[in-house]
């Protein structure tokens, strides 16, 4: 049997642990890559194994748990379940039985604080299990420096015996590099009796999940590991020290992706782009861009230096976003400039815009916390320090005077001027001083 969309998938995902080292009042899980919550990473890697298919995935809460509740409630093929009790992997995975108890198919089982694993490395590890018809496939992965991971131990047809943790293990054990990563494949309906049979006699006192390998085997069952390529991948976060890590990996591979795609990233040091963003081949992102959210910016742009995208953005080709502007909730159609220090939140450019430098969108009222939108037509010139107040429309071509406020809509091909008149007063500056010498005389 091999791997289609037939094949029946669902995901146990551990997230009960405290994260001590984080050091933080908020649960592990919930710390942000590129304003992502850790396990909002890992439930998207396993529902985009197969993007055509409803992969439901049960994730196993204990600490902070109401609040990693509300943040997956967004995720609908997302069930919750609590462990009161943190007694350890095995006991985790057995607070999930009840959810899958009719399912039969593959379970894959992962950690929530493991972000950067993709979905084309699960999918290749599902079809391995399903392929060589495994009951418990773990994946592993070769480490120079294996401490603290469980140690793989292969038996002599290359399948595995068991895992041995690292404070369980004789020396002999200690020096095996196949360490197991924590994500598994199951042959569900085949193993997950095992889960009410798990014993806690080890050095931990925990019910080990890893154990499921020894029961596979006295029940004649076949265990294999599938290691891993690329290691990064499997990068558990517990520390802020690995968060930084984790991002500057995740970066670094979005920033290879643009480049192998055409996008020119004239210094990928200083620039930051996350993994929801597209853009199109031959734009140039200058240095100290920071990209974050989705977005979608077209062929041939420039973007930055020092640009900030907070989310939610659409730029058309041949645009031009310059430094030190932001924007936010913002569709900017084809050819349009917005080039030196502005503003532009909630708000749709057409295309031939130019929003001149200092330019604001005020979006905001901070007393009824409303957003309102602008809305600027195909060829909308906006002079230097403008303010635009949402809610208001701006028709095709209409051009409006530097330092303008604007508060109400301007019918298209006008002129909008909202400064007050500009008034000159001669010889001003000799009568200023005139006056300052006869002060001196007297
Ligand atoms: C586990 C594996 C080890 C592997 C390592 C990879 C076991 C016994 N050991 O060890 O072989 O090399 O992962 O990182 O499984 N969790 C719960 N409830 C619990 C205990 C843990 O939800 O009662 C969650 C944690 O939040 C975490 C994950 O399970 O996300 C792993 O737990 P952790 O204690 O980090 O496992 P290790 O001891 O590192
Ligand atoms: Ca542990």
Same mark, same amino acid.
């Given at each position: 049997m091999s791997f289609d969309s037939k094949t029946e998938l669902s995901a146990i995902i551990l997230a009960a642990g405290k994260g001590t080292r984080m050091k933080s009042k908020k649960p592990k899980v919930l710390h942000e890559i590129f304003?992502?919550?850790?396990?909002?990473? /890992?439930?998207?890697?396993? #529902?985009?194994?197969?993007?055509?298919k409803n992969i439901k995935s049960v994730v196993v809460v204990g600490h902070g748990a109401q609040e990693v509740e509300k943040y997956l409630t967004k995720y609908k093929n997302v069930t919750c379940v609590l462990q009161k009790e943190q007694l350890g992997t095995g006991h985790a995975v057995s607070m999930a039985l009840n959810e899958l108890k009719d399912f039969k198919g593959t379970v894959i089982i992962a950690c929530g604080d493991t972000p950067l694993l993709k979905s084309s490395t699960l999918r290749k590890m599902c079809e391995y299990? !399903?392929?060589?018809?495994? #009951? /418990?496939? =773990?994946?592993?992965? !070769?480490?120079e420096n294996p401490f603290g991971y469980g140690r793989i131990v292969r038996a002599q047809d290359g399948s595995v015996e068991?895992?041995?943790?690292?404070? #369980?293990a004789d020396e002999e054990q200690k020096a095996i590099k196949e360490v197991n990563t924590g994500v598994y494949c199951l042959k569900w309906e085949s193993v997950k009796d095992c889960f009410r049979e798990l014993k806690n006699n080890n050095s931990q006192s925990e019910y080990y999940l890893t154990d499921i390998i020894d029961w596979a085997r006295q029940k004649k069952k076949k265990a294999l590991s599938f290691v891993i390529d690329n290691p990064d991948e499997t990068l558990g976060i517990n520390s802020r020290k690995q968060l930084a890590q984790a991002t500057q990996i995740m970066k670094m591979q979005k920033l290879d992706e643009l480049m192998d795609e055409g996008v020119t990233i004239v210094d990928p040091l200083t620039v930051s782009i996350s993994p929801e963003t597209k853009i199109g081949a031959d734009t140039v992102i200058y240095p100290n861009t920071f990209?974050?959210?989705?977005?979608? !910016? %077209?062929?041939?742009?420039? !973007? %930055?230096?020092?640009?900030?995208?907070? %989310? *939610? =953005? $659409?730029?058309? #080709?041949? $645009?031009?976003?310059?430094?030190? /502007?932001?924007?936010? *909730?913002?569709?900017? %159609?084809?050819?349009?400039?917005? $080039?030196?220090?502005?503003? /532009?939140?909630d708000a749709t450019l057409g295309s031939n815009v130019n929003i001149g430098a200092g330019t604001i969108f005020a979006n905001y009222n901070s007393i009824t916390k409303e957003k309102k939108k602008s809305h600027l037509k195909d060829g909308v010139s906006i002079g230097s320090n403008a303010v635009i107040v949402a809610p208001v429309e701006l028709g095709e071509n209409v051009f409006v005077g530097a330092g303008s406020v604007i508060t109400k809509n301007v019918e298209?091909?006008?002129?909008?001027?909202?400064?007050?008149?500009?008034?000159?007063?001669?010889?001003? =500056?000799?009568k200023q001083k005139n006056l300052l010498n006869k002060k001196g005389e007297e």
């Open positions: 304003s992502k919550p850790l396990v909002g990473r /890992v439930v998207e890697a396993i #529902d985009n194994i197969c993007p055509d299990h !399903i392929e060589h018809s495994s #009951d /418990v496939t =773990v994946m592993s992965a !070769i480490f068991k895992i041995v943790e690292q404070k #369980d990209i974050n959210g989705e977005n979608t !910016i %077209g062929e041939n742009c420039k !973007i %930055g230096p020092f640009t900030h995208f907070r %989310g *939610n =953005v $659409s730029v058309g #080709d041949y $645009s031009k976003i310059g430094n030190f /502007v932001e924007l936010k *909730n913002a569709s900017i %159609g084809s050819h349009t400039n917005v $080039s030196h220090l502005s503003y /532009v939140g298209k091909n006008s002129l909008a001027l909202s400064r007050s008149a500009q008034k000159e007063y001669p010889n001003w =500056v000799e």
